[in-house]
């Protein structure tokens, strides 16, 4: 007949760690941008979209190994490119993520941030799914869209709606430019 193990050695548990496996502040998915000229694009943001710094490490050569920034409550994280390493959207020509921010005063933040030079690419307007929606892409390549909730009529969205469908329907969409517009002051 096997042994049974003492009372101490059963009762013994792993010790629970009392650090959070997630940072504090973050959420379960933060976005992570490679950029060229990833100490210029913080200013930017932080002219663009009133971007807090939170943390910004550097290698010898002054180029940033690892940055966050906070933008409302949402943290985001960057660093310049390095050789063999994730590339940013200028030197590819594109990207295929979009970052979007809802905001309480959709208008104000939209007009800042094309007055800091964000190119529009899909002009902010009221959708037929109740949001006052843009989209811009910054100075280093990265897709922004912006929005807020807006009260509109059930006719007004069906109007909206009818729009864009019919835009699709012609395989144009809805809003979208054909090239990135410069900002108009």
């Given at each position: ?30 976005p992570y941008l ?98 006052r929606y843009g ?51």
């Amino acid at each position: 007949m096997p042994k049974s193990k003492s009372k101490k050695a059963k009762s013994k548990k792993p010790a629970k760690s009392k650090k959070s496996p997630i940072p504090p502040g973050f959420r379960t998915v933060t976005p992570y941008l490679a950029i060229n000229g990833a100490a210029a694009a913080i200013d930017w943001y932080k002219k663009a979209f009133n971007a807090k710094e939170l943390a910004r490490q550097a290698v010898p050569d002054g180029k940033l190994m690892h940055a966050r920034i906070r933008i409302g409550d949402s943290i985001v994280m960057l660093s310049d490119t390095f050789p063999g390493d994730t590339q940013s959207p200028d030197v590819l020509g594109n990207s295929p993520v979009t970052l979007h921010i809802y905001i309480n005063n959709v208008d104000k933040l939209w007009q800042q941030a094309v007055d800091a030079g964000a190119k529009i690419t899909m002009p902010l307007d009221n959708t037929f799914w109740g949001e006052r929606y843009g989209q811009l892409t910054d100075p280093y390549g990265h897709h922004w869209s912006i929005s807020q909730q807006v009260n509109m009529t059930k006719k007004e969205k069906d109007e909206k709606q009818k729009q864009a469908m019919a835009m699709f329907a012609q395989q144009e969409h809805p809003g979208r430019t054909e090239e990135p517009q410069v900002a108009q002051n």
